[in-house]
């Protein structure tokens, strides 16, 4: 097997291999004995609890007291997710959507028992790593599969966001955990979640996967399998637009998780260093910005997208053979194209990103032989991600806003508390770069708006509305930190230095997981509900009257008229029945405000 | 399942006994193939495999076939401890070579070592020909490798932090633990509080700032001089290495990935997510630093019945052994019933024999068998069910197809999709002989003719070369414990997807309980006289599938090519 001699500039890492063992690392061992360990598992296996992190596309489970979970798994078979925030209007087919969700959570959940863990479920709690979103009928078909179906003795619920925490040490801190239907920001102090001071908003995983999608269709090449025969047609001939066939939910997967990364704040790019974006800084570069009529540029800077993957860079406008993207669909016919390709034509100038290919599964009764080619444009996959941190509107916020957002709602005193504890947990942030990014777009977010609007990513929108939202944030400035940023830069308080990427290097998707293991060999964590309990509740009919007033309901809070279902017992605790305050809005109606 | 299938009802203890109509998508999770499922004799029903307890009566490597006694299959993470691993790139089995292979450059396999060879040893793939050197991976001794391997998963970066992170919550629990105790741990109206917001609040003994104790949301007057340590006032907890650490070494998400990916040139370079999604520690992306994984254990399954916990299946305890000490199918209490359709089964015999006798290895069209096996719309086909008895006594078998149900709440769209079809089966119960060895059937099989008043009356809304034709409708075949129904569907003019109906099945039989002291049983028993000759009837559901239907304009097309 040979490695290519790429330039690196890593060395490798691996603390943990016999080799490294054997010399020098004696320490790691006897700091946590592997006798202690198989001992303890002995005396008190049974009381290990399940722990089950529900994702609506990723599963993952394993035994409390445990570092990392046993097995993850894709719990959708084919579909791009196991729920959604929307259901069905009509009541029969919602009917059929729950009988759907159910058939699959029970054969997710009697998986995870049987197959996963080789356990008995009767001998088990369980505790299960709740989302503040997951809409609570799929909660409620989660414990009505665990106690009828697999009768186990108890489920506990506890919050994704404060377990998350745990996992890093703390009880206090603002959790953004970017998932795949939403991303979501809960402060939590003192290990209890302020729901009402929840953000959320769309730009997630989902929202990814669909950008990277419509970028390939407009700037990747599909070349098909090479056809039998003497002739050997060129590359040139044979590149193509890429069939929307072609990317289906696992090849953009896998292109997200092999392919892409997040690239440093466009506007900096000029200068070295763009992490420590100062203020008055970032307005050096604007003369990077192109003019607006660059959408209609020239094609030559897309010449490169049938070049060879052996040619290191993707730059440039040399043109080896004829381009894919244009000639076809004019610029400028499809206004969504025309504003994607000022943008790709912005993005290409400033990537250094090599273009990539990768093989995939050709289209059925194309023809040829083997494998099909997609190639993939450095550009895109260092700016894919730019969708997540392009400033968004009140329903669509950025990232970075929805932090904000809802340091913007906390009480005062507690503010710098939170914005020096801010912690990225969720599949996307495990894409290189993203929190690097996203602490960039935080400082860059609460300084005075430039005075050139950036350029949106969906020009079907307006661009956001210049006024100084955050102001009030500005004098945190020199305290945000962001726990798990990886590659932190100076810092510019002691707050800031303490907290910083000190958080211990679990992976931001396993993080929640994680800490879950933990509250459940602290005997802690959410509320527990036994069977008996369960069992001794009948399911409750109509609605729920704390639930009432859906009228008022926005897309984004959709969930909540989810929060009806037939079968639904009272008995499961959830945040949105917490009865509040005289005089404090209800939480049906913050959330998303 | 290809069509023409049938498949057996689980109610699943579902408070209907009756199975979703059978054009949702929800239906295909309701049946199953009668050789999976189970039957409680307790409590006179049907189980499958959804709906039954399973219990691990034992564990095994697939690879190694080594019974692994239960107590040490918790510490060795339900994983082989022996020498089984399973290659990180490519799934396979990996082989243990000593590190002086005979030259490995020249595409020859090597061979796996016993005991023999020079140390160190290489775990080697021999499918892609990775080894564990590449991940700085050798072995002093041959056996015991995974035992090996498994202390440094023990002691795992992600083991050891995770013991830190306990250390550091355990105390300010402990401290809790007095007034947690005295808080409501399963009220539903105070969800929030858990033993760490107990120990949060009991242990500082104050108030929250801007959160007062039970009310989040009410703001607190109290100002609070900024300090540098968080307001919440846990210790702060001191990593034991923590991620700017570990990024700097190349792993994590930082700038040394983003450099990595920036100049990538080669996809397979970087790993799969999936063989890195479980790793909770941060690890170094690239394929080249893949461990080997060690192979997971098999489950032996015992299957119980879920309401009344008595065993169904039970696994001879011996790792090689497919058999059962205890196996309670359903095929052996419910009849088997095979569907045909008759059209089709000669199309495909003329097909065959055609393709023997021209012996040409051009495939014919497929526009041909489909147009003369799959069924049309506004066309009228016999099919057959073929009903064979396990019981050692003769059964009484009664079908009936079970109503479609319109649902008032459909649009009009999905009325358009509902398949419009008609199906003929006879009404009147028929018998089925007991099931008996091969050499004890008389042959007495009788063929019946074209008398029965069913068929007529099937036929009266149907063609008119009924009187010409084989009766289609009745009991066609009695063969030893087998007796074939002919059935018919008509399908409408404009009908679309698959005829696909749920039958009723219920047949009388013997009992062989002498008391029936028992409450009475789920399967309806009509008590039929004294204690002498005892009948109970058992009835389940099925859902038939005939296939699709070719809408006309298809069909019309499939004609003229023809
Ligand atoms: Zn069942
Ligand atoms: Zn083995
Ligand atoms: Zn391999
Ligand atoms: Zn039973």
Redesign the interface.
Known sequence: ?S??T????????????????RTAATH??Q??P?YT??RR??LY?VEDRVVIDPGSR?W?VGFSG???????FYATEGASSLWTLRRAA???ERA?ED??LE?KM??CL?SV??DS??????ARKVIIVEHPLLPIYTKDTLARVLF??L?VPSVSF?SSHLLSL???????GLVLDCGYLESVALPI????????QIQTTPLAGSRLHSHLRSLLLLFGTYLPPTSPGPVNIPTASRSMRVPPEILTDSIL??LL???????EPLLSVSSNDTRDVTPGLDEGSETDLPPSSDATQSESDFSHVGRD??V?SAQASTSDFSVISDPRTPVGADPRAGGLQGLANLYTRHS???D???RVAPLPGGGGLGYATLIIP?WV??RAAEILFEPGDVDEKSVAEVILDALLK?????R??MA??ILVVGGT????????RLHSELLRAIQPSPFVPRHPVRPDKPPPPQYDRYASLRPLTPYFAIV?????GEPH???AK?N???????????MA??GA???G??????????RE?WDEVEPMGGEDSAMGDMSTSTPSQSFHADRDSLHQR??????T?????TG?PSAVTRVGA | MPAPSILYHCPCLSTSPVPPPPHLPSSSYSFHPLHTLFFCEECDAVRCNRCVSVEVSGYYCPNCLFEVPSASVRAEKNRCARNCFMCPNCRNTLSVVPSDPPDPGDGRLMVPISAVGEPPFLLYCNYCRWDSSEVGMTFEKPTGLAAQLQKFEDSALDSLEFDRLKEHFEPIIRASSLSSSTLPTQAAHSPHTNPITAAATAALARDIPGVAKYTPLTRSQRGHKDKSANKDEMPQYKSRVDITTASKHGTGGGELDVEMMKRLEDVSEIARLEQRWSLSWTTSIETRDLKPLRIPLHSKRSKRCPACTHILIKPEQKAQSVRFKIKLAAASYLPAIVVALPHRQQALAVESAKRSMVKSTTAPPDEDREGKCELQAGKTYPFNLALSNPLYDPIQVRLSVQRMHVSHSEGAPDKARRPPFAISLPTSPFTISAFAEAWEYEEDDEMFGLDDDEVLEARLRGEKEIKTKPKSVGVLEKKGNTTVIGGEVVIGKEARGNVKFNMLVSFTYRSDDPSPSESNDMGSPSKAGSKVTETKTFAFYTVVDLGAIIPKEEAKYIDDIL
């Open positions: 097997m490695i290519p790429t330039p690196r500039s890593k060395t490798s890492f691996n603390p943990v291999t016999p080799t490294t063992k790691i061992v700091s946590s592997h360990t198989t598992h002995s296996g990723v993952k445990e570092g990392r979970p046993r097995e993850v009509d009541a029969a059929e009988r759907m058939v029970e054969k009697r028992f049987h863990l080789l356990t008995d479920p009767k009828e179906n009768q506890a745990l996992a890093v040490g703390r009880i206090t102090f003192a290990s209890r979640p302020l729901f009402p997967d896998e998780t092999r392919c892409c990364f997040v690239g993957s052996n290191s250094t990103a090599t990539l290919r990768l450095g996959r260092e906390v009480p005062l005193d507690l710098k508390t020096s504890s942030p495990m894409l290189p770069g993203f929190i690097i798990n940023n990886p590659s932190p308080s002691d707050r303490n910083a990427g000190k958080a211990p290097a679990f992976t931001p998707a396993t997981w994680v293991s933990l509250a060999v602290l005997k802690t964590g959410g509320v527990e509900v036994s309990k009272n008995i499961l605790p959830d945040w029945r917490i009865p509040l305050p404090v």
